[in-house]
């Protein structure tokens, strides 16, 4: 397993054996995706990674106003294998007037809910991981490489996560990698069965409306 924790995730995604979850890059003009929080999620076609349209959340525009959006789908059979995950983002307001955008998944089997999930800490101007005890560690290998800035700019999130083991392999933004296979993953039980995609933002105290678009989303298990 350690073995395969060095490929990329579009050679994961090219890889016959995987069994996705979610593959959408919001070509299609129906939405499958579900709003939950203060605020609006709605497919857009003046913004795009690739293709013709994104999906746009806006915040309400009250401080700490958060806007979710969420997409459910069938659950593949993990087999005890690779959890995998990407999406492209861009937003046209600073970046650091934000609280927070996470990027979560989650996968419940019928017996445990695993939880990978990344976030940009607009704050801190930091990336974390969501790990087991429901607290966040800073991914600090990215603090002295990366720092997200600037507007109308895209960027890449992709995550690799070891189910058997309930840990995270790896992340890497724009192109920067950091392994970090010792920092477990959220777990919690849950009899539920689904695999779950979602993004979140969540507007600066400062308050206003904030958006951002999203492009590109693919889970799967390997």
Known sequence: MAREYQRDVQTYINDERIRPALDDGFEPSNMDWASSG???IARDTTKSKDGEASLKLTTGAGASDSISAIRYTGIPQSGGGLFVAKCDFMT???PTTFTAFDFELNYKDGTTRQNPLIRWDASLELWKVFQ??????SVSELDSW???SGSDVWHSIEIVA???QSKYAYVRIDGVKVNIPTVSLFTSSDTQVFCQGAFTLITGSGGGAKSVYVDNCFIGVL
């Open 38 to 40: 203060t605020g609006s």
């Open 92 to 94: 046209n307001d600073d």
């Open 132 to 137: 087991t005890g429901g607290t966040y560690q």
């Open 146 to 148: 990366y720092y997200l």
């Open 162 to 164: 070891d189910l058997a």
